[in-house]
């Protein structure tokens, strides 16, 4: 069976983890995908799909085509699917436009009617399509392949921090500056490690900058110590899908993270991590792991063994399959 994988390119994020990490199980099962990156104008998606009949299925990731675009894809496609890790008919938590959005809305209830399926990365996601008329889906997580990750030690002097994520999802860490500076006065030897394009300063916190690098990202992540993640509590953030947690989970970190979004299906406080809201919150887990290195080692073990569990890419390419096979 061969597939046609519309993405925004093969090394985007989304596409790396959702649907290349597959692909050796899938070839494996007589499944060929071939990707087809955005050319970003009206003249190359046409030509793009006048191509798609030759394609048993054609997976469309992420992006909200326009009207007549929609009517294209479903007129060329003989089976069309869906893959969205985000709330995509809605901005982003940082807009200044605010949320709502006429025309991805408008987009997002056009697609959904048209398609065969869906596959969203978390129940919130998938809610949303099914609201907008969409035939039926399934549910396929984010997935981390445990097993290229090295596990953390725990053998430092310092206490590092982790964080990982692109220049716009950092803007959640900058807006908690107040709850960093704390931490970095109240917690001795305490350092954020942060893995991006972008770096934040703190005056009480002090930040090692790693420029992210998909070679080294794996590495940096299992030289620190706890891993962070701090999303706004919104509609925009309900609808991700834990990237950074399971990333820092796969690295054998415990994890300290809000409660908002998939955050509470992930992590199972006193067991691979804390959930935490408050300051106070924040405070008390960060010193709690910080000062007991064997803590963090066993927390990071269970995290480790969770990912292997629920989020391996082993289960995301079975619950593919069966989506593909349900086409075929």
């Known amino acids: 069976m061969r597939l046609a994988a519309l993405v925004d390119s093969r090394e985007h994020v989304c596409c790396r983890y959702r649907l290349r990490a597959f692909e050796p199980f899938l070839n494996a099962s007589g499944y060929q995908i071939t990707y087809f990156a955005d050319p970003g ?3 190359g ?4 799909a006048r191509q798609l009949g ?12 326009a ?12 089976r069309l699917v869906f893959d969205l890790d985000d709330a995509v008919w809605l901005r982003d938590s940082f807009s200044r436009k605010g949320f709502e959005s006429r025309k991805r809305t408008n987009r997002f209830g056009l697609l959904m009617p048209r398609l065969d399926h869906y596959a969203a990365g978390n129940d919130y996601l998938s809610e949303a399509c099914l609201k907008a008329k969409a035939p039926r889906g399934t549910i396929i997580p984010t997935c981390v392949d445990v097993e290229k990750y090295p596990a953390a030690r725990h053998e430092g002097l310092k206490s590092m921090l982790a964080w990982i994520g692109s220049s716009s999802t950092l ?8 709850l960093w500076e704390r931490l970095g006065k109240e917690i001795p030897n305490l350092v954020m490690k942060v893995i991006c394009d972008r770096f934040p300063k703190f005056e009480h916190l002090p930040v090692i900058e790693i420029p ?16 962070i993640s701090w999303i ?3 509609r925009w953030s309900r609808g991700k899908c834990g990237l950074k947690v399971l990333q820092s989970m796969a690295a054998g970190l415990p994890v300290v993270a809000n409660r ?19 300051p106070d919150e924040w405070a008390w887990a960060i010193r709690t792991l910080a000062g007991d290195a064997n803590l963090r080692r066993s927390m990071g073990q269970k995290a480790r063994e969770v990912v292997r569990q629920k989020y391996s890419v082993e289960r995301g390419a079975a619950e593919w399959l069966k989506v593909l096979d349900s086409l075929a």
Do not use: K
């Open 232 to 234: 706004p509590d919104d």
């Open 45 to 48: 998606r046409i030509g793009i």
């Open 54 to 65: 030759e394609f048993d299925a054609v997976i469309l990731q992420r992006r909200l085509p």
């Open 212 to 227: 992210w690098s998909e070679a080294t990202e794996r590495n940096e992540l299992a030289s620190a110590d706890i891993g």
């Open 67 to 78: 009207y007549w675009e929609s009517w294209l894809l479903r007129r060329h496609a003989r």
């Open 41 to 43: 104008s009206w003249t």
């Open 260 to 278: 908002v979004g998939v955050h509470p299906e992930m992590i199972t406080p006193g067991e691979t991590g804390f959930l935490a809201d408050t």
């Open 171 to 178: 803007q959640g860490i900058e807006a908690m500056r107040p």
